[in-house]
Nanobody, 129 residues
Framework: QVQLVESGGGSVQAGGSLRLSCAAS????????MGWFRQAPEKEREGVAA????????YYADSVKGRFTISQENVKNTLYLQMDSWKPEDTAMYYC??????????????????????WGQGTQVTVSS
């Protein structure tokens, strides 16, 4: 049974950094297309970043490119999202997602929610005053 559990959310000051984690179980993370999504209040859930390790591919939304970094640690079967140069508009609930369809990470569809089969429960990140 595939399970994803996010952690690491909290408050962060503008310009600061935070790292989110997504612990995966029930499958080998590096064989899947993995994504990070976020959803702000009254907004659609949007793709932030995605990675397919074996294929050596990573993708980022324009809004986070150069500030966020997606990575994974195979020994721990854990996905990370390092968030630097934090902006207030980055405030959202962050979710990790997975799909065994690795073509999702090849066909430019990495940011489409319906392409992912498994989702975590989310972790909230807010800007601190």
């Amino acid at each position: 049974q595939v399970q994803l559990v996010e952690s690491g959310g909290g408050s962060v000051q503008a310009g600061g950094s935070l790292r989110l984690s997504c612990a995966a179980s029930g499958y080998t993370l590096r064989t899947y297309c993995m994504g990070w999504f976020r959803q702000a209040p009254e907004k659609e859930r949007e793709g932030v970043a995605a990675a397919y390790t074996i294929g050596g591919r990573t993708y980022y939304a324009d809004s986070v490119k150069g500030r966020f970094t997606i990575s994974q640690e195979n020994v721990k079967n854990t996905l990370y999202l390092q968030m630097d140069s934090w902006k207030p508009e980055d405030t959202a609930m962050y979710y990790c997602a997975a799909t065994p369809s690795t073509m999702t990470c090849y066909l430019g569809s990495w940011s489409l929610r319906h392409k992912y089969n498994y989702w975590g429960q989310g972790t909230q990140v807010t800007v601190s005053s």
